[in-house]
């Protein structure tokens, strides 16, 4: 149990284009998705929080008009890259939480050229 | 000070021996502690939890919690070279249920 899918898992897109990509936890209800980045050898960085049926909340630095989320569904949240630039290339990672823990999907790598 | 800090490694282990990967917190209201194996190139697995102080043992693997000296480690027995990968503590928020992330120790076991 406990599976989260992504996709998709990976995408290049040109600079100035949008990207969207899906998180579903496929066997549990998420109350709250989380939305990470990673860039290669670094650790984790919590982009934002996202509650089915509210607004997101950012952590501080990241841009909510570039990284727009929605949660529209106990199973679903979505994140849109904006406008996006080679400096967002990056490995994108959603994480859907039933209770107490935090299970990931597979990750989004986006290339942006 | 960092909120979870962890040994960055590289933590190098012979095949079959125990791996020992440690982990402090500097909130001490966290409740709820995990542990989570991280391939490179991959997203985080979670491998165990825990919420209560002492051990939890789940197959080759033990949890061990003291909320007193906050701190919570991992124990990996019989490790394998397929354990080889980073290992990720999280501790979390209850106000908010973020997990709050330490560094990762990269854990290397030669065969």
């Known amino acids: 149990g406990a599976v989260v899918s992504q996709h998709p898992s990976w995408v290049i897109c040109k600079s100035g284009t949008s990207v969207k990509i899906e998180c579903r936890s496929l066997?549990?209800?998420?109350?709250?998705m989380f939305w990470y980045r990673q860039f290669p050898k670094q650790s984790l960085m919590l982009m934002a929080t996202?509650?089915?049926?509210?607004?997101?909340?950012?952590e501080q630095g990241v841009e909510k008009d570039k990284f727009l989320i929605n949660h529209a569904s106990l199973t679903l949240s979505t994140l849109t890259v904006t406008s996006a630039h080679p400096e967002d290339s990056s490995f994108y990672i959603c994480s859907a939480s039933p209770s107490y823990e935090q299970y990931f999907g597979p990750g989004t790598r986006l290339t942006v050229t | 000070q960092k909120e979870v800090e962890q040994n960055s490694g590289p933590l190098s282990v012979p095949e079959g021996a125990i791996a020992s990967l440690n982990c402090t917190y500097s909130?001490?209201?966290?409740?709820?502690f995990f542990w989570y194996r991280q391939y490179s190139g991959k997203s985080p697995e979670l491998i165990m939890s825990i919420y209560s102080n002492g051990d939890k043992e789940d197959g080759r693997f033990t949890a061990q919690l003291n909320k007193a000296s906050q701190y919570v480690s991992l124990l990996i027995r019989d490790s394998q070279p397929s354990d080889s990968a980073t290992y990720l503590c999280?501790?979390?928020?209850?106000?908010?249920?973020?997990?709050?992330w330490g560094a990762g120790t990269k854990l290397i076991i030669k065969p």
């Open positions: 066997d549990f209800q998420a109350t709250t």
């Open positions: 996202s509650n089915e049926g509210s607004k997101a909340t950012y």
């Open positions: 999280a501790v979390r928020r209850d106000s908010n249920y973020q997990l709050i």
């Open positions: 909130d001490r209201g966290s409740q709820s």
